[in-house]
Nanobody
């Protein structure tokens, strides 16, 4: 059973930045895609950003140009750099890897 653990959420003002990190257990991390999803209150979980095993990325239209996903296969980590945050980015953010999900980390954008 793989373990997926996120960190880095918090409260930030509009226009601010946050960096989320996720650490995955196991030895085959480099072979699979990994990504970030989010779920706002009363809404369905949606994809934010995905990075394939060979480094290709896909982003939700709503975050393109503001968010950047990256991975470090040597450390089994994936990060999400979020800049230019907006109130509508407020959600619980989940790290995804294969069939596994982290516990989620709250991101709140508010003045």
């Amino acid at each position: 059973q793989e373990q997926v653990v996120e960190s880095g959420g918090g409260l930030v003002q509009p226009g601010g930045s946050l960096r989320l990190s996720c650490t995955v257990s196991g030895s085959i991390f480099r072979l699979y895609a990994v990504g970030w999803y989010r779920q706002a209150p009363g809404k369905q979980r949606e994809v934010v950003a995905i990075m394939s095993s060979d480094g290709n990325t896909n982003y939700a239209d709503s975050v393109k140009g503001r968010f950047t996903i990256s991975r470090d296969n040597a450390k089994n980590t994936v990060s999400l750099q979020m800049n230019g945050l907006k109130p509508e980015d407020t959600a619980v953010y989940y790290c995804w890897y294969r069939d596994f999900w982290g516990q989620g980390t709250q991101v709140t954008v508010s003045s």
